[in-house]
């Protein structure tokens, strides 16, 4: 979506805060989530059915790469929307221009107490301008997994560094393995952003200052030495592209790379032994880099403004909200255990079935570790228009079809041009 048509559909937005007459008898909720793991969703919500009597749920789902958009257009259309999935890239615009309800406002009582249980980067996630807009329904951060035993089998030491990386991937190629490391490039996926600045953050970097400029224009940023090192990578034949998260599981799968940067729950399938032949060999470690500090993030529960103005429905749609996210984390315990989910309830981490489950395929300690250390992004009311133009330009440099210099110099101008424009308005 181009900047001018999000920027118009944005302002559109701000009226939407009534639109639900309330209701005396039953209600059913309009529920929008993307289109992960439906058959458990829809086991959620009969559950859910079960014990509000009264209260139905309708669900419909998009493809997370059409995702944002659908949303965009349900609500410049006035479609009937209650609960949604959010994202930490899109919370600020949604939430400036009236889309979502503050939890705080919808459950005053509650939302001190539930804050206290999430993880900092899940927090700073779910709030904007002081006030909480989401529970968490998954909380990841992206993640460094390789392959233990061809590493133990040539000798090669967990990469500490990202040169360490390259070292690696060069003797492992000398050693007959075509592509050692697999990359999910796919410009379309939010995410293709987010794997990218968690290079920046291990390496002790930042995308922007605290005045919001942006410095990864700087030759001498963490930024531009991450994706010169990935265009190298890309030069020197060690990486391998490929656009499918699940193809990469597969061909992981089957012995042909031993590095890739993603989701802790890709971890989870690949240690599946019901799945994987290879499974028990792949292990996390920490994000290569000086500090060693990776990208967090939460995907959470929201309650739009349209609801919250009608008391019936604003009321139903919270109980769905706290049932799918508040305690006892009945189902973020599920998506983990069954799943390998991430979560921003802490509590989790100390709950015997998700130890039990998770530590069949992941070194709880250093999971934890990397949680507590784990940094977020930046998130404006642009940063996600912002972010729909770099991965593009990101992408071109990462296979040198554009310099390093030229991205880094676009994107800034970019930025620049989208925050003037903000302030302007």
Known sequence: MNLKRLLALTAMWCGLAGGHPALAEDITLQMVVWNYSLDTIQDNLKKFEQQNPGIKVQLTDYPWTEYENALVLRMRNKTPTDVIYGGQDWLPAWAAAGFLAPLDDVAPDQIPALKKDLAGFAVSDVTYKGKVYGLPYYADTISFLYNKKMLEDAGIAVPKTWEDVTAAAEKLKAGGLEFPIAYEYNADLPNFYDQFIAGVYSRGGDMFDKDLNPLFADPQSAAFKQLQWIQDINKNGLVFNEPQLSNIVTAMGNGKHAFVVCYNYILAALNNSAEQSRAGQFALAPMP??????????????????????????????????????????????????????????????????????????????????????????????????????????????????????VMKTGADKWNALKAKMKKD
Request: proline share 5%; glycine share 8%.
């Open 289 to 406: 880099g000086e500090t060693h500090q990776t990208f967090g993030f939460a995907k959470f529960y929201a309650i739009t403004a349209a609801a919250a103005a009608d008391p019936a429905r604003r009321d139903a749609s919270w109980k769905l909200v706290n049932f799918m996210a508040g305690p006892p984390y009945t189902i973020a315990n599920r998506w983990a255990v069954e799943k390998g989910l991430g979560f921003g309830q802490l509590p989790l981490l100390e709950d015997k079935d998700v130890l039990a489950a998770w530590g069949k395929w992941v070194d709880m300690p250093t999971l934890r570790d990397q949680i507590t250390h784990a940094k977020v992004g930046t998130w404006t009311e642009w940063t996600a228009v912002w972010a729909a133009q770099f991965r593009p330009l990101l992408a071109e440099g990462m296979v040198g079809q554009a310099s390093v210099e030229d």
